[in-house]
């Protein structure tokens, strides 16, 4: 797992590592590494996405803080590293363009061909700053400082499933090399393990990427059973103990197979809950990691941060690993909508879009858990018990386990106690309901909101027009949203306020969302308010001369002479609207309307299949009863021509049946109702 190859660790660039606290990181790098693929495959088989825990036999076990401290040797206390990701001249003061900052800090520009978006293959990091040359002013060595902590981030702990590319996100951190030190790198590489190996629980994805050689080594110092033999010298950092291991190059998916059983027979004996309080590890440990401020976050409820990567460390669930007693853990914390952030969709400032959770960090001493420690760490006898009735202990067939589950609670777990984890406020669950609230959505109009660019448009085109009426909730989107006072946002619409500022009188908007409007105008009734079939939501008291009087009337309609004319129209309609209405309707005639007419159509016109008395007997009309019956003589047939083709000895028309009719298969979802 040697990353950097073609990247030389000069004396030159030891002063800028250590003033960016990746000095140790850069040490290790410096050696041979590789990944045993099986044993990692078969631990990451184990990982839950849901508690960011291992789940064992024997119970629950994670990667915290702690072990990134000793394993790697990065600082744990500092700020969050996150920003943007290429928009610096937009979000950071003093930024530059992308590119253009590149060229100022590195003195050159990648070609084209050595570019994808704004990721740079390392072979070009590797041809023009593989090594220092001698003699080299301050500046130069600077440049190639730099270069070297970008691959070094880029490739060794925040390393994608490409493997060969280092993204310019670091392009404000290496700027200031003097401020890199008060940076969190662990909590920062933790958060980054953590999501891929969330991705990677996804049947679909079979690639892991993120700093492995930290999952290694933390499996080999937690798991005697799996230990190389041989790798018993201890050097700074940890990790470094395993350079040179060559794992085995037989077939990958019977090893999966043989290491998922040995991992199914664990017993609570052979994990190690604290491997960091041997002697050989103290006398090896840099001092600085040891630190009251770094210590203290080890044992932190809080969250973990990098750009738009949010995961939770959950310390609360593997006490024994500080020396605690674990009890019966309370429900995981639900960050599945965090989950699916990944800073794609467009650049933003993290720190204020997801403000909350970096609030958290923030406020990462408030969180400390505190607990008493005894000589015997494990598992509680109710843990036990409730794991082997909840937990997901096992992966292997039942006939190569012997069924293990029978076997007893052990006799030390009772002689621990209970244990305790203090009362703590924590965040609220944040589901990713994304995929329900569309479901939900089907087949009514919200679930048309993909396909209505045509009415935004118009709305957006009406600049001179008032905010007419809406959609019942929905106040509008080009005009007024900025002016509606009178009522809450509707949360459902939080989607649409990304695009922009939106402004506008928002004279139409205040009245449908409120659902009270000015004299004359119509409304839409508000959630509380019964709907009356058959009768238009008009305000009581409207007026239409309160409506002509309206101070807005003439730059929204035009001109007097419109007003003229409206008003002339609406005279002439007065008349008819006081003529008295008649209850009566039309009686119901014996015909069917889908038949062919039996009489043909004369001067007058008549319905089909009518008969011929309907014609002359007096019939109920919208008027009422008629007067006098009507007398009307049907036409005489036409004579057929003689030269007409005669049609009687042909077949007689049959009818084809009618194909019900089934609704289309479309965007909305209408089809899953049938």
């Not at 043989?258 to 440990?285: A, G, H, K, N």
């Not at 009734?525 to 019964?530: F, L």
């Amino acid at each position: 797992m040697r990353r950097q190859q073609g990247m030389v660790l000069d004396d030159r660039y030891v002063p800028y590592l250590q003033m960016a606290g990746l000095y140790h990181l850069a040490r290790l790098n410096d050696r041979w590494f590789r990944l045993d693929e099986a044993l990692v495959s078969a631990f990451v088989e184990r990982w839950r996405p849901e508690t960011h825990t291992f789940h064992m036999p024997f119970g629950e076990c994670t990667i915290t803080l702690q072990d990134v401290a000793y394993q790697l040797g990065l600082p744990v206390d500092g700020r969050y590293v996150s920003g943007c990701l290429s928009e610096f001249h937009i979000y950071i003061e003093g930024g530059r363009p992308a590119w253009v900052w590149f060229e100022e800090l590195f003195g050159v520009v990648p070609p084209p061909s050595q570019v994808q978006k704004y990721a740079v293959n390392c072979s070009w990091f590797q041809e023009t700053f593989g090594e220092c040359p001698e003699g080299a002013d301050e500046d130069t060595v600077r440049r190639y400082a730099r270069a070297y902590i970008m691959m070094l981030l880029g490739t060794q702990l925040f390393a994608d499933k490409s493997g060969n590319r280092v993204h310019i996100r670091w392009l404000p951190f290496v700027a200031r090399l003097e401020e890199m030190g008060t940076y969190s790198w662990g909590s920062a590489a933790l958060a980054w393990l953590y999501r891929c190996m969330c991705r990677v629980a996804n049947r679909n994805v079979i690639k892991l990427a993120g700093p492995l050689q930290l999952l290694q080594s933390w499996i080999f110092w937690r798991f005697p059973r799996f230990r190389p033999a041989g790798f018993e010298t201890f050097s700074w950092p940890l990790a470094s103990r395993w350079s040179g291991y060559i794992p085995s190059s037989s077939e990958k998916g019977p090893r999966v197979q043989t290491w998922r059983l040995w991992i199914d027979r664990l017993q609570d004996r052979e994990f190690i809950w604290m491997p960091y309080s041997s002697p050989d590890v103290l006398q090896v440990v840099h001092p600085e990691v040891l630190e009251p401020r770094h210590m203290v976050l080890w044992r932190s409820v809080t969250s973990l941060i990098y750009f738009a990567v949010i995961e939770w460390h959950q310390v609360d669930r593997v006490l024994p690993q500080f020396g605690g007693v674990q009890p019966r853990p309370q429900a995981a914390l639900n960050i599945d909508f965090l989950m699916s952030k990944d800073g794609r969709g467009g650049d933003r400032w993290f720190p204020s879009h997801l403000q909350k959770w970096h609030q958290y960090w923030e406020d990462r001493t408030e969180s400390v858990l505190r607990f008493d420690v005894v000589a015997n760490p494990g598992p509680s006898h109710l843990f036990l018990d409730w794991w082997s009735q909840h937990g997901k202990r096992f992966l292997s067939p039942d006939p190569q386990l012997g069924d293990p589950r029978a076997a007893a609670i052990p006799v030390e777990a009772s002689q621990r106690g209970a244990g305790q984890v203090p009362e703590m406020d924590r965040p609220d669950d944040v589901p990713d309901r994304r995929r329900v609230d569309r479901r939900a959505r089907v087949g009514t109009r919200r679930s048309q909101r993909d396909w209505g660019w045509l009415e935004r448009a118009m709305e957006a085109g009406d600049e001179a027009g008032p905010a007419r009426g809406r959609r019942r909730h929905h106040p509008g989107r080009g005009r007024g949203r900025a002016a509606v006072h009178a009522a809450a946002p509707d949360p459902q619409d939080d989607d649409d306020d990304h695009h922009g500022p939106e402004g506008g009188d928002g004279a139409g908007a205040a009245s449908v969302a409120g659902g009270s409007t000015q004299d004359g105008v119509h409304g839409v009734p508000t959630d509380d308010q019964p709907q009356q079939d058959g009768t238009p939501w008009v305000i009581p008291g409207s007026q239409w001369q309160d409506f002509l009087g309206a101070d807005t009337l003439d730059p929204d309609f035009g001109s007097p002479r419109f007003l003229a004319e409206i008003s002339a129209i609406m005279q002439e309609d007065e008349p008819g609207r006081r003529r008295p209405q008649t209850p009566a309707t039309q009686a119901p005639l014996d015909v069917d309307l889908n038949e062919p007419a039996t009489t043909p159509v004369g001067d007058q016109f008549a319905l089909g299949g009518t008969p011929h008395f309907a014609y002359t007997a007096a019939s109920q009309s919208v008027a009422g009863p008629s007067a006098a019956p009507l007398h009307f003589t049907p036409p005489a047939q036409p004579t057929p021509h003689e030269d007409a083709d005669e049609i009687e000895d042909e077949e007689p028309f049959i009818r084809r049946g009618q194909r019900p009719r089934v609704p289309r298969r479309c965007g909305t979802g209408s089809h899953l109702f049938r």
